[in-house]
């Protein structure tokens, strides 16, 4: 048995120092010959000294270090929430960990990590289990094993042992987890597996719905279909095209089509004309004949898209507002003339129908006209944002009291691919609006993060001459209940900030809330509109009656949003009446996401100072622009108003709004990105613009405007490929000319936009004769939408063009998996020297006897150094101090007798100042007496032996001495000292024997 191992010991970083140690022998002999003129031990203790410094220099040379053995454990859970593992599997991992405690040491500390497509912290490293549930999954169409991994790693405590035990399926779909195992081997720290093992035993899967990604107009497509059964089954398909179901079998009844399918994969083929250009979305669904058949429904889907070459139409997007107007609405006038000038539109209201990348596809441009932010959701600004930069499409947006900044479209990712800032940055003199928020959104899940939102989204819209304050239920100190007291917007970063950090208590009355709100609106005589938002479930006290009056003498509007719905009992009626006293308006939704619109739209309440209703002339300036081409000053009609904005350093404004103040853009466009975007600050035909709906030339200025920033029709000329396996996208061009013949040398690239919105660039290689490929990762659920730029040749004979193609993944990897992959985490456990534990086996998850006890090091130079001064200074305190130990001994006599005299000098002092006090009293009651009774004779002779007596006795009480005390002094014989020389030698050199035999002593001893 070998012996244990000590738990403290002494390492050296770089040992090589050490064989410094030999030169200290010679240090010991150079030092006895140069210390020979002291004694024995002033000489040794000097010697020793010496030693003991380098000795300190070279073990600090050597990186000595203090090592430590230690036995606590940290042990980190994490749990897979993802889609693929079923919900009874997920509580049994909860219960695991629950179980794992049993086996838990005083000093173990134990954490929990929750991972899907992201990974969260549930449980830092601490020594008991302070969870009682999970919170919800964050991407649970995802899994994203090595990213929780990481953070485990990073959780660790120093000073322990390490442990990962990872309670999953293995269907990994993102990242690499093997990856992140070769950096667990390397650090030391096991990987325990606990397998989730399930099985669908009867399960269709929708494998593929496969449609050319390009086609031409009236051709016929063929859509290829896999479907993988554990068994043999029967079903029905439905397809849908662009929304729209499509008759599969028109000689039965219904529209589905029945199939058979055997155990295995299943291939079927439909074949489908396209009548029209544009985008073509087709959505195959299978239904089974039996539910018990098919166990998860999510996986029954196929999604697939063509575009088919022509043509570009415009789409031209209207507010509901203006749309009550039918044909005689500025979007009806507008598409009018640009029908007449033989382009194809589409005219819808917007939000009708959802915007995303693929549905623009079939879109060349995209016109706003008179529609404000709120009608779109955040995810469609984005759209909107992409569609022109990275897709290459065009955006016209055409103003009204709903556009622009006055529409709330400040601070959207709209703005930021606009020619001009929807903001006011010139000195103007415009009035400004002041917005109070009251937020009391703690009454619904995740209540601060949705007010967080809201309030944010409300501040965005804003100008930077605006202002804006922030109340809400938790006390700031000097400022009170405001979370971002009442001021001017600015550049916004620092409110935001501040909203970001706000948290919402539970409001007991309104009132409080409301009403400093109120008196900082009143307060601000600069504020031409003067607007509060309230969100709540307003089932605080309601504000008192004084304070709505107030409200509606200053004017004051106030908005309601009622939320909380589902949960509790809503004060509706309370909300209705706020809002109807202060000529505010109610909302009330049961969905959390549609609220930033709310407060985007009530935040245009106080942004109606950008539109200015005067009549003008709008001035052409000297610009070589397209879109004015062949216009005239002498022919522009004038306008009656427009939405002041602020033209960007690149864009050209070949018209402006011309004023004493300055002047204004009225056109101004620019290429952002791949595409063109467009902005007209007038508009509102009927109102602002009846001259212009009448001139003959207004048909022709929209036309040549909107084929400007039209996106390039595409080639038909590649033949595309794109497929999507394990997770990756890949798109394969063929490229041929008129004659067949494959064109090598092809320049290929553009940008890949994901589901998410986000883009990102794509380059294809050449990997054959005219074949050109390209990869990409498409782990997520949605459309990933190509937008590419093609060159062949250089010079002047160079061809160019664009391809717009993608592809569509119908659901999420999750759940195409039916089993776990054991593969994958026996690999993690094998690459870590991990363990296989079962359900039965979670206390030995904080098993010590498989680990090594961590060895703590900590360095010890510092502590090295500090003794090397010291030692040194003692070092030369001994060569250059000669202590003599009978003299030290008879100096300490002398001190200590010394001051054992002074201490019995204060008490004699002490005692004779009592007998003076005393004696003193005694005298003057004798006096006293004495002068009452006796008083000599006028005539008596005076005495003076008697006073000298007195005087006397006086003296010797006070411890002084007397005449007859005085020293008897000898008198001086007149002899002079003796001067011999010879003497005085003689002297001196008996002295000098003296001390040198009493310096040999102190040395002896």
Avoid at 690 to 701: E, M, R
Wanted: charged share 25%.
């Amino acid at each position: 048995m070998s012996p244990p191992e000590p738990l403290l010991a002494l390492r050296f970083e770089s040992p090589g120092y050490l064989a410094l140690l030999a030169l200290l022998p010679l240090l010991v002999v150079l030092s006895f010959r140069s210390l020979a003129g002291l004694g024995r031990g002033r000489r040794a203790a000097a010697i020793v000294l010496r030693c003991a410094v380098v000795l300190c220099i070279i073990f600090a040379l050597a990186g000595m270090q203090r090592t430590q053995k230690k036995d606590n454990l940290a042990v980190v859970f994490l749990l897979d929430r993802s889609a693929s593992i079923p919900q009874p599997y997920q509580q049994q991992e909860f219960d695991f960990i629950q179980q794992a405690i049993d086996g838990r040491q005083p000093n173990d500390l134990m954490g929990v990590v929750a991972f899907d497509g992201r990974s969260a912290v549930e449980q830092l490293p601490m020594g008991t289990l302070a969870l009682e549930r999970l919170t919800e999954p964050l991407a649970p169409d995802q899994t994203d094993m090595a990213a929780a991994l990481r953070l485990a790693m990073a959780l660790f405590p120093p000073e322990c042992a390490r442990r990962v035990v990872v309670l999953s399926d293995g269907n990994e779909n993102v990242g690499g987890a093997l990856e992140e195992a070769e950096h667990y081997r390397a650090a030391g720290v096991p990987i325990d597996i606990v397998p989730i093992l399930y099985e669908h035993t009867n399960e269709v899967v929708f494998e593929q719905l496969r449609a050319p990604p390009t086609a031409a107009a009236e051709e016929t497509i063929n859509l290829q279909m896999v479907l993988r059964s554990q068994t043999a089954t029967s079903g029905r398909i439905k397809l849908y095209q662009n929304d729209r179901l499509v008759d599969l079998d028109p000689d039965s009844p219904g529209t589905s089509q029945t199939v058979d399918l055997a155990a295995g994969a299943n291939r079927f083929t439909l074949p489908v004309p396209l009548r029209v250009a544009g985008v073509h979305r087709f959505r195959a669904v299978f239904e089974p004949d039996e539910p018990q058949a098919d166990a998860v429904a999510a996986n029954n889907e196929g999604q697939a898209f063509t575009v088919v070459a022509g043509q570009g139409k415009i789409l031209i997007l209207e507010g509901a507002a203006d749309a009550q107007a039918g044909s005689s609405s500025s979007a009806a006038l507008l598409r009018k003339a640009l029908e007449s000038e033989r382009l194809e539109c589409d005219l819808e209201v917007a939000g009708a129908n959802a915007l995303d990348q693929v549905r623009l596809l079939g879109y060349s441009a995209v016109i706003l006209s008179n529609v404000p932010a709120n009608d779109f959701t955040e995810k469609e600004l984005q759209v909107l944002s992409t569609y022109v930069h990275d897709l290459g499409g065009g955006l016209v947006m055409l103003g009204g009291e709903d556009s622009f900044g006055a529409g709330g479209w400040l601070g959207t990712p709209v703005e930021t691919v606009m020619p001009v800032s929807f903001d006011v940055k010139n000195i103007k003199q415009i009035p400004k609006g002041a917005l109070v928020l009251v937020m009391h959104a703690c009454e619904i899940p995740d209540g601060n993060y949705i007010g967080e939102r809201c309030a944010v989204a409300a501040a965005k819209s804003l100008s930077s001459r605006d202002l804006i304050g922030v109340l809400s239920w938790q006390y700031h100190g000097a400022e009170g209940y405001w979370a971002v007291p009442l001021q001017t917007v600015g550049n916004k970063t620092a409110i935001i900030q501040k909203i970001t950090q706000m948290s919402m208590g539970d409001l007991p009355d309104l009132d409080e809330l409301m009403r400093p709100g109120v008196q900082a609106l009143i307060a601000r005589f600069d504020a031409a509109a003067k607007h509060m938002i309230i969100i709540s479930d307003f089932d605080p006290q309601p504000p008192r009656d004084d304070l709505l009056a107030k409200m509606k003498q200053h004017g004051i509007t106030c908005s309601t949003i009622a939320i909380g719905y589902g949960g509790h009992w809503i004060n509706e009626g309370l909300a209705k009446e706020i809002a109807a006293t202060t000529g505010g308006k109610f909302y009330s939704t049961h969905d959390h996401s549609k609220l930033p619109q709310v407060f985007i739209k009530e935040s245009r309440v106080v942004q109606r100072s950008l539109i200015t209703e005067q009549p003008f002339q709008p001035r052409l300036a000297k610009s070589l622009s397209r879109l004015v081409a062949g216009l005239r000053q002498d022919e522009i009609p004038p306008l009656e108003g427009l939405v002041i904005t602020t033209a960007k350093p690149l864009a050209e404004t070949p018209l402006l709004h011309v004023t004493d103040e300055g002047s204004d853009p009225l056109l101004a466009h620019w290429q952002v990105g791949l595409g063109r975007t467009v902005a007209f600050t007038s508009g509102m035909w009927p109102r602002w613009g009846p001259a212009w709906a009448k001139w003959t030339g207004f048909s022709k200025f929209w036309a040549q405007t909107v084929r400007w920033c039209s996106r390039q029709s595409q080639s038909a000329n590649l033949d595309v490929t794109t497929t999507v396996h394990g997770g990756r996208g890949k798109i394969v061009i063929d490229a041929r000319d008129k004659n067949a013949d494959v064109v090598n040398f092809m320049n290929v690239q553009g940008a890949l936009v994901s589901p998410t919105q986000e883009a990102s660039p794509l380059r294809l290689t050449q990997t054959g004769p005219g074949r050109y490929e390209g990869e990409f990762d498409a782990g997520q659920r949605g459309s990933y939408v190509l937008n590419l730029k093609y060159q062949i040749g250089s010079g002047a004979e160079a061809r160019s063009g664009t391809l717009q193609t993608g592809v569509s993944v119908a659901y999420s990897p999750e759940y195409r998996e039916q089993r776990p992959n054991l593969a994958l985490l026996e690999e993690l456990r094998a690459r870590t020297g991990g363990r296989t534990l079962g359900r039965d086996d979670a206390p030995a998850a904080f098993d010590h006897a498989s680990l090594a006890r961590v060895e703590t090091r900590s360095s010890v130079w510092e502590d090295l150094i500090r003794w090397m001064l010291v030692l040194f200074l003692l070092d030369v305190a001994v060569r250059r101090i000669a202590i003599r130990p009978r003299e030290v001994a008879r100096k300490s006599r002398e001190f200590l007798a010394d001051m054992a005299g002074r201490r019995q000098t204060a008490e004699a002092s002490a005692a004779v100042l009592t007998t003076l006090k005393d004696k003193r009293e005694r005298v003057r009651g004798e006096a006293e007496s004495a002068e009452a009774a006796e008083r000599p004779p006028p005539t008596a002779r005076y005495d003076a032996g008697e006073a000298v007596k007195a005087a006397d006795d006086l003296a010797r009480t006070l411890g002084g001495a007397t005449p007859q005390d005085a020293p008897v002094v000898a008198r001086p014989t007149g002899k002079k000292p003796a001067t011999d020389e010879a003497e005085y030698t003689a002297r001196l050199l008996k002295a000098k024997k003296r001390a040198r035999q009493d310096l040999e002593k102190d040395q002896q001893e």
